[in-house]
């Protein structure tokens, strides 16, 4: 395969020098300087490389440079819109959804694509779709929390979250 120039990360095209069989975790921390994405299992076990491919959550520890090209890439770096937080960030904060916060990125990045899709989903929805992402402090009631509360940041009109 051809080496690999340009990307499209957080709404910039990025020029970069890597074979096409390179990590886009790599990538992102080594070559762009974004760490927010971490490295946990390298195996895509763990979400915490998690980032948003054209609006779905990926494991960039396992999806090769190569195959995204072309796609719009999301980091942590790149989720809010402005100055302010994103709604994720912000309700994570006021949740206190995070103790060590290694995972945090990932755990925040798999909810926006779950929240695109489910925009009022119950705590056993949020539960469900949060099953890959491993947080070994325990904050997991936490983290359901932040993403009900951003839920209801994202969608004003919602009439509370479902239970």
Sequence with gaps: MAPVTNLNVNGSSRTIDADADTSLLSVLRDQL?????????GEGQCGACT?????????SCITQV?????????????????EGLH?????FLEEAAMQCAYCTSGMIMTAASFL????????????????????????HPRIVAAIQKAATM????????RR
Excluded: F, W
């Design 33 to 41: 300087d974004l760490t927010g994405t971490k490295y946990g299992c």
């Design 51 to 59: 980032v948003l491919i054209d609006g779905n959550s990926r494991r």
């Design 66 to 82: 190569g195959t995204v090209g072309q796609k719009q890439i999301t980091t942590i770096e790149g989720l809010a819109q402005g």
């Design 87 to 91: 709604p994720l960030q912000q309700a």
């Design 116 to 139: 695109r899709a489910n925009p009022n989903p119950s705590a056993a929805d949020i539960s469900h779709s949060m099953e890959g992402n491993i947080c070994r402090c325990g904050t």
């Design 154 to 161: 994202l969608n004003p009109t919602m009439k509370g979250a």
